[in-house]
């Protein structure tokens, strides 16, 4: 896995919008498409905000999400609520193809079983071109949080936590899709990070992050979160 440092969040963020820039550009110029899936929490929307700058054929991205809380529309604690925030009054609001997690649907298994057919339909050969991910203190990614059942999901690409994690259950990409992203992009940032992202380059089994694919992931991190690596 390649690693990649930088001084401030700023920078990772800038690097991040750059790397991202430059796969839409490989692909559209390849196969006239590019499927992603972005990733919420807090660190993304810095790296949104920067993509947006960029003079791009955002029509032909097709942008996906990583996870989503189970809450109602435009709550604070949804994922697709900061990602519309980071892109509003930008020209991504309407030329963008985004494709929400229907969470707010009574039957949420349903609801994955669409979302996984939507993405089936819409990658090539049922893989993303590039894959956002975020790293949390407790070692998980995604929504693949420690000690849930969904960790063991290997028939389902797209699946509900077995339990709450922050007060929500959470609907989440499984790693069977995951691991066959073209590209996985790490974003990582804040000095509370530095234990878990050591324990993530040396693909500890122990933390849900450990066990995602290294071969074609690349991280961009700050120096701060990046101290403890050895
Ligand atoms: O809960 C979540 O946390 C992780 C990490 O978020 P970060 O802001 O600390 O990078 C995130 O990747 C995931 O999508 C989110 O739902």
Not at 220 to 228: H, I, N, R
């Amino acid at each position: 896995m390649e690693i990649r440092t930088f001084q401030s969040a700023d920078e990772v963020a800038k690097e991040a919008a750059i790397y991202i820039a430059d796969r839409i550009r490989e692909n559209v110029t390849r196969k006239g498409s590019f499927t992603m899936a972005i990733s919420g929490g807090r660190t993304p929307w810095e790296m949104i905000k920067e993509l947006a700058k960029e003079d791009l054929h955002w029509e032909k991205v097709f942008l996906f999400q990583v996870d989503e809380r189970i809450a109602p529309d435009a709550h604070p604690d949804r994922n697709l609520t900061q990602l519309f925030k980071a892109i509003e009054g930008t020209k991504l609001v309407l030329r963008l193809n985004i494709f929400p997690m229907r969470v707010t649907a009574d039957n949420l298994n349903e609801a994955c079983e669409e979302y996984a057919d939507h993405i089936t339909r819409l990658t090539e050969n049922g893989k993303f071109d590039l894959i956002h991910l975020g790293l949390g203190t407790d070692g998980h990614t995604a929504s693949l949080v420690p000690g849930d059942a969904v960790l063991a999901v290997q028939d389902k690409t797209v699946a509900i936590t077995g339990d709450t994690y922050q007060g929500r259950h959470r609907m989440t990409l499984t790693y069977p899709l995951i691991n066959q992203a073209a590209k996985i992009l790490w974003v990582i940032t804040g000095a509370e990070k530095a234990e878990m992202l050591n324990r993530l380059l040396h693909q500890d089994p122990s933390i849900p992050a450990g066990k995602i694919d290294q071969y074609h992931a690349i991280v961009l991190t700050e120096e701060s979160a990046s101290v403890e690596i050895n």
